[in-house]
């Protein structure tokens, strides 16, 4: 009853104004705190996989690059480099820790980095002794290999020509001479493939249809004029 003798309502089980169950409501957190916990735990999961194969990848790469870097030093000091230019200063190391103190992903980085400036000194190295031909365009780098090929056997025929005139040995020189063309072009294309790779796995331009043409043409004007000389003879 209040004060002016009004009956006050009591409150009952399971309305809206009825007291949370402390058994429910200790559930509802440990619900929460465990979604929780299996999402921190599965975060830290992830990370920590990422991070191994960072480590691994990392791992690999390493090996790699002292593969590579091993050669090259031999070489480099065959080619007369002193040795202590092949070994990096204090603060050079200094700089190279301080730029992968973040992590595995940071050390993958930059061995990935240095694994791009091992194939540069590649490309210099084991250019076989033509290192600055390598780099030429590919017709003019080319010609210096198909023009020499494409000469050889119209030249031959040219001096068999002047020194028996119409004879046998000259009609056997153009017979003989038909299918060298062919030949050319085909021991061009391969000495290219050698001779202008800087490595085993690059592909080289061989500009086969100019090669083709390169070796046909000396062929063909030189048959040409030997056939027109022995007509006129």
């Known amino acids: 009853m209040s004060e002016t003798g009004t009956p006050?309502?009591?409150p009952r089980s399971g309305g809206p104004t009825a007291d949370v169950d402390p058994a429910e409501a200790a559930w509802a957190?440990?619900?929460a705190a465990a979604r929780l916990l299996d999402g921190v735990r599965r975060a830290a999961a992830t990370a920590a996989s990422e991070q191994a194969r960072s480590?691994?990848?990392a791992r690999e790469e390493l090996t790699a690059v002292r593969e590579r870097l091993a050669p090259q030093q031999s070489r480099l000091r065959e080619l007369g480099v002193p040795a202590i230019s092949l070994v990096p200063t204090p603060p050079e190391v200094t700089e190279a820790a301080r730029s992968m103190a973040a992590g595995p992903a940071a050390v993958l980085a930059g061995l990935r980095t240095a694994s791009g400036w091992a194939d540069a000194a590649d490309d210099t190295l084991a250019a076989r002794g033509l290192p600055r031909l390598a780099r030429w365009p590919a017709r003019p780098r080319n010609l210096l290999v198909y023009g020499p090929l494409a000469l050889i056997v119209p030249l031959i025929q040219v001096v068999?020509?002047?020194a028996t005139g119409t004879g046998p040995a000259s009609v056997?020189?153009?017979v003989v001479g038909l299918p060298m063309?062919?030949?050319a072009f085909m021991v061009g294309w391969l000495a290219v493939g050698r001779l202008f790779?800087?490595?085993p796995t690059d592909r080289v331009d061989r500009t086969p249809r100019f090669g083709a043409l390169v070796c046909l043409?000396?062929?063909v004007l030189a048959s040409a004029g030997i056939v027109l000389a022995m007509l006129a003879a």
Do not use: E, S
Request: no cysteine; net charge positive.
């Open 172 to 174: 056997l020189a153009l």
């Open 197 to 199: 790779r800087p490595r």
């Open 181 to 183: 063309p062919a030949v």
């Open 217 to 219: 043409v000396p062929a």
């Open 8 to 10: 006050v309502p009591t």
């Open 160 to 162: 068999l020509f002047l």
């Open 55 to 57: 480590v691994a990848a």
């Open 29 to 31: 957190g440990y619900i």
